[in-house]
């Protein structure tokens, strides 16, 4: 029931010594106060008569005076809530209510006058003015920083002994976490510490108290309209109610809802708001406030399960962003700061947004950890998940992230999309446009990413290639960008006619050039031969650098299977026409397992390289269908990948003492394997250590196959390059060039004999060089040709039920 507007003081919100000591004056004569921004707020606050309003000053330092608690029910304070989704409203607080929050943190904390604490919470905030309230109550010192949290500050008081007590939000205590050696050992002379209701991992409250070992620390959740309604002991309860935020003392009691929703009862709660219209009641008619924060208990401890308004409902099964948020936050490295919130999603209602306030290599990690996570709650959000890169947080004054903002933000920057079906071909005037022409048949969202897509090297050059030509430098990691991310980079780079041509791509080129040079009698590289076997360590590079993340990411290995058609395709087409050309048909050519005949017994074009190239593309997509495979490269890849290293080594020698290859020139997936895997394991080392690792372990390989031969100083050394110079600089038309040969040693591979041939009718004997530069020249345009004939493919089976429906 409305009553007449409350008369009340108006005090400036400043953090310092001046505010708190208003603070007591104004109580001391039982004087309603007011926190405002300035005086034109004071004199337009609804449901409130300002007197007068006070500007307190700046100064900062120790404050050491005592007051004791006031426990009249009479009006204190407004107080009014942060406002996550724009809408603050005033709460009136009695002097009774914030008396008896007090007393339950004094008891708590076992405080005394011994206190001297660093308060790390604005004077201005409830959690803020609390503390004072209570170090002053017990007759101890409080000591408000005049730069605000300073860690370094911190340390030295510690240090020296100025200080013995902290109060910090989670926020501020994980600058603490990121760098734990500027604490060192001063940690060990805290005694209290006390922790605001935002949101903590477990792991994060046992490193604290790791960091303060002899503190006794205590976190409390509460609201604005409920301070401090239950306490945590972080320093003493067992790590499985770490993630708690422990059970109401005193006369606090805690329900939970038919809906989850919290409920909360006692003296300290605060009984009215107030609007426009005057006060209103907060309670239900037996006392309780009804909250929108979501729990369950556990052996009497309360666990927030975050807002009943943030809850993400996807595809049916609901999300708290908050125990999303800690999920991934557990898997990261201390200092990255992330926020889930929710976004439209055509498909499955609610979509899931992560925002990360780091660089964008870090999406791609992020990402992964978001789909395990989600995986784990029972959710799988396909194209319903976002990350999304971004330079602060929106938070509210007291630190709590706005996720209706993010949500915003995130809307701002997603591109208007036509209809994909009517997209005119070769319209590629931004970067999500360029996806679906390189991925024709593909449905790409606007946060695909090159990986999420299932690209591998042969897309990743003809991509490269694509972008640059039309956007300019691509960005480092920017497989892993999602094509937002990548319009969002366009002209941040520097300009240059210069491009990045990485070793992976320049060696495709180097080696094809060889094989085909080999055979043109052009020149001979190595008469031990060996280009095969590094063409093959790139496919195995490529699987691991390219497709393992996301098979890891989706447990799916659909982009080793997309691999597997694109190669496939083409060859079948190949040899089809071969066929028909010389007219000499066989059957297990077509089938792509002619490599196990004697070639002597085969009377068209070889082309085994293919042919056990795909066979150990399906047995790697075997292989890493299973979870447990999975499993162990998401663990431990390097030590997964000199494992299977060792396995594939020993088990082509097993297969060879039943069955000799001899005959067949052991042009077999077992025979291959080897390389291919070294590729991997290329691939997953990182280190410095781990990069060095596999040098050795590719040195061994190579010398063990090739002895010491010219073959085996082009294979180590590509490794060798591959593994330490991930990239050169070169001007625009070489790199243009050699990825050319690079993005078409498919095609160039298919269709070299034919043009050996060719050349050699057309001039009546060897053109050795002419072979070669024609075998080049028709396979780079061969690819473009098969590239375009399978967009068109791709678009006329895209619009195929259209047609059928408007009949």
């Given at each position: 029931?409305?009553?007449?507007k ?9 953090n310092?010594i001046?505010f708190i000591e ?12 007011v926190m405002?921004a300035?005086?034109?707020?004071a004199g337009?606050?609804s449901g409130i ?9 700046d ?5 050491t ?7 009249d029910?009479?009006p ?14 005033g ?5 009774a ?6 007393e339950?943190?004094i008891?708590?904390?076992q405080?005394?006058?011994d ?10 905030f409830?959690?803020?003015?609390g ?12 000591y ?5 949290f300073?860690?370094?500050?911190l ?5 020296a002994?100025?200080v ?9 205590l994980?600058?603490?976490l990121?760098a734990?050696?500027i ?18 991992t477990?792991d994060e409250?046992?490193?604290i ?12 959740y509460?609201?604005t309209?409920?301070?401090r309604s239950t ?7 067992s ?12 006369k ?10 919290i ?21 239900d008619?037996d ?15 309360l666990?927030?399960d975050?807002?009943a308004d ?7 099964i609901?999300?708290a962003?908050d125990?999303?948020?800690q ?7 201390p200092g ?18 992560v925002?990360?306030q ?5 999406i791609?990690?992020v ?9 784990d709650m ?9 990350v999304m890169?971004v330079?602060?947080m929106p938070?509210?004054g007291?630190?709590k992230?706005?996720r209706?903002?993010l ?5 701002s920057?997603q591109p208007?999309q036509s209809?994909?079906n009517d ?6 005037s ?5 996806f ?11 946060d695909?990413?090159f ?6 090297s042969l897309h990743?050059i003809?991509?490269s ?10 960005p480092?990691?920017w497989?892993r960008?999602s094509?937002?991310q990548?319009?969002?980079?366009i002209?941040?780079g ?7 041509l990485?070793?992976?791509?320049a ?10 040079a080999?055979?043109?009698n ?15 360590l790139?496919?195995?590079?490529s699987l ?9 990411r989706t447990?799916?290995?659909k982009t ?6 694109y ?10 026409f071969?066929?028909?050309a ?9 089938l792509?397992?002619?490599n ?7 009377k ?6 293919t042919?056990?190239y795909?066979?150990?593309l399906v047995?790697a ?8 495979v ?8 390097m030590?997964?990948a ?5 396995a ?15 005959y067949?020139y052991h042009r ?8 291919f895997v070294?590729g ?14 596999a040098l050795i ?6 010398l063990?196959?090739?002895?010491a ?13 591959v593994?330490f ?8 038309p ?7 040969i690079?993005?078409?040693s ?6 070299h004999?034919v043009m ?6 057309i ?11 024609a075998?080049?020249?028709t396979?780079v ?11 068109i493919f ?11 429906t408007?009949?």
């Open positions: 029931m409305s009553i007449q409350l008369e009340a003081t108006a005090l400036i919100r400043k310092s001046g208003q603070v007591f004056s104004l109580n001391a004569a039982r004087r309603p106060l405002v300035d005086e034109a707020q337009n606050l008569t300002v007197d007068r309003c006070i500007d307190p000053g100064k900062t330092g120790w404050f005076a005592k007051h004791p608690l006031i426990h029910d009479l204190a304070q407004v107080s009014y809530t942060s406002g996550t989704e724009g809408k603050p409203k709460i009136l607080l009695t002097y209510n914030m008396a008896d929050a007090s339950r943190i008891d708590q904390m405080m005394t006058a206190i001297r604490e660093y308060v790390g919470v604005p004077a201005t409830s959690f803020g003015m503390r004072y309230r209570a170090i002053s109550a017990v007759g101890g010192h409080a408000l920083p005049p730069r605000g300073d860690p370094l500050e340390a030295r008081m510690l240090t002994g100025q013995n007590a902290l109060s910090a939000v989670p926020t501020l994980r600058i603490l990121d734990p050696g604490i060192g050992d001063a940690g060990k002379k805290l005694r209290w510490m006390e922790i605001g209701s935002q949101a903590m477990a409250k046992l490193r108290r790791q960091m303060f070992p002899n503190a006794l620390i205590v976190q409390h509460g609201l309209e409920a301070s306490f945590l002991e972080v320093s003493g309860v790590e499985d109610l770490l993630q708690s935020v422990g059970q109401p003392v005193g606090t009691e805690i329900q939970l809802g038919d809906d989850k929703r409920r909360i009862r006692g003296p300290h709660v605060a009984k009215s708001r107030v609007d426009a219209d005057g006060l209103h009641d907060l309670l008619a006392g309780w406030l009804h909250t929108s924060d979501l729990g369950h208990m556990q052996d009497g401890h666990f927030f975050g807002r943030d809850v993400i409902n996807c595809g049916g609901k999300v962003p125990q999303l948020e999920r991934i936050r557990a898997e990261l490295e990255m700061h992330l926020a889930v919130a929710k976004v439209p999603d055509a498909q499955r209602g609610d979509g899931v947004l925002a990360v780091a660089g964008t290599d870090a791609a990690r990402k992964t950890l978001a789909v395990a996570a989600l995986q029972g959710v799988v959000a396909g194209s319903a998940l976002h890169s330079d602060t938070v509210t007291s630190g992230v706005q209706n903002v949500a915003q933000q995130f809307a920057q208007v209809d994909k997209e005119p071909a070769g319209d590629v931004d970067v999500l446009s360029l679906r022409h390189e991925f024709p048949g593909e449905k790409v969202e606007p695909d990413s990986e999420s897509l299932g690209g591998d990743y003809q991509f290639l694509a972008y640059e030509q039309r956007f300019g430098h691509l480092d990691g497989e960008l094509a937002v990548l319009q969002q980079t002209g941040t520097k300009q240059s006619s210069w491009r990045r990485e070793t992976a791509t060696t495709r080129a180097f080696f094809m050039i060889c094989i085909v080999l055979h043109t052009a020149f001979i590289y190595s008469t031990n031969w060996g280009a095969a076997y590094f063409l093959v790139l496919a195995g590079y691991a650098r390219f497709q393992l993340p996301e098979i890891i447990g799916s290995v080793l299977w997309g691999t597997i058609k190669v496939a395709v083409p060859a079948i087409l190949m040899v089809a071969l066929q028909v010389t007219h000499r048909f066989e059957l297990l050519p077509l792509l397992v002619s196990y005949l004697d070639p002597h017994e085969l068209g074009f070889l082309l085994y390289f042919e056990f795909l066979q150990l047995l997509a075997i292989f890493f269908s299973f979870t447990r999975q499993n162990a490269f998401k663990a431990r890849p030590l997964s000199v494992v299977l290293l060792v594939v080594t020993v088990l082509a020698q097993a297969i060879e003492y039943f069955w000799n290859g001899d067949n077999t997936p077992w025979n291959y394997a080897w390389p070294l991997m394991v290329l691939a997953v080392a990182k280190e410095p250590k781990e990069k060095l690792v372990i590719a040195m061994v390989a190579v063990l196959k090739f002895g031969t010219s073959a085996a100083a082009y294979v180590a050394g590509g490794c060798a390059i593994l110079v991930q990239a050169f600089s070169v001007p625009a070489v790199k243009v060039l050699v990825a050319e690079a993005a078409g498919l095609f160039i591979y298919l269709t004999e050996i041939s060719l050349v050699n009718k001039f009546g004997h060897e053109m050795p060089w002419v072979a070669l530069i075998a080049i020249i396979g345009i061969l690819a473009h040709v098969y590239a375009s004939a399978s967009r791709a678009r006329t089976i895209s619009k195929m039920p259209a047609i059928r408007s009949r």
